[in-house]
Structures are given as structure tokens and as C-alpha cells.
Nanobody, 121 residues
Framework: QVQLQESGGGLAQPGGSLRLSCAPS????????MAWFRRPPGKAREFVAA????????NVADFGRGRFTISRDNGKNTVYLQMTSLRSEDTAIYYC??????????????WGQGTQVTVSS
């Protein structure tokens, strides 16, 4: 069983930055492809970014390209989502997910509880 713990959410101003972290417990993160999803208020959960086990393959949703970067440090057993140039529409609950298969779909086996990101002046 893998438990995922997100951290780093909070309040940011438009144009600001936040870095989310996700640390799996129970297994080392290098066993799993990792991803971030988000659920904006009143909307369905959507894909944000994914990274392969080695970190050599990444994918970022169109709305995040040029602003969001996913990375991982397998030595620290942690995956990151660096978000810059934040917009009000980035307000959402952000979820970390893990699976043995790299994907941009919501087929991930393990999910965290989510961390709130609010972008507002």
C-alpha cells in the first residue's frame, strides 16, 4: 500500500509561484510514475502533469506549459510541481497520484488527499 502526502499548497497572488511536494510512503517513489491532477471549484478533476519513474519523460497539460514544471528527486523520495505565473483559474485542490504505468489519464492507482491552492489578490 502506498500513501501519498501532498504539501506546499496555500494562497498565492496572481503572477506568483508555489511549489507543491508529494512524498510517497510505504514504497520508494522511484517504483512509480507520478502525476499531479487538480479539481477546480465546481469542475471535474483534470490532469496537470506527469513524470516517469526515472524522470526522463514528462508531460504537462496545455494550460500549464511554460508555467508548470514537474520534477522528482528519487534520492529524497519526493516529486515536485513548481507553478509560476499563477492565475486565478489555477485555484483548485491539487492531488498527487502514483502508478506503475506512466499516463496522462486518471488511471493512477494511488491518490493523495489533496492540497488547496488559491490564487487571489
Amino acid at each position: 500500500q502506498v500513501q501519498l502526502q501532498e504539501s506546499g499548497g496555500g494562497l498565492a497572488q496572481p503572477g506568483g509561484s508555489l511549489r507543491l511536494s508529494c512524498a510517497p510512503s510505504g514504497r520508494t517513489s522511484s517504483t512509480y510514475a507520478m502525476a499531479w491532477f487538480r479539481r477546480p471549484p465546481g469542475k471535474a478533476r483534470e490532469f496537470v502533469a506527469a513524470i516517469s519513474q526515472s524522470g526522463g519523460i514528462t508531460n504537462v497539460a496545455d494550460f500549464g506549459r511554460g508555467r508548470f514544471t514537474i520534477s522528482r528527486d528519487n534520492g529524497k523520495n519526493t516529486v515536485y510541481l513548481q507553478m509560476t505565473s499563477l492565475r486565478s483559474e489555477d485555484t483548485a485542490i491539487y492531488y498527487c497520484a502514483a502508478d506503475r504505468a506512466f499516463s496522462s489519464t486518471q488511471s493512477y492507482e494511488y491518490w493523495g488527499q489533496g492540497t488547496q491552492v488559491t490564487v487571489s489578490s
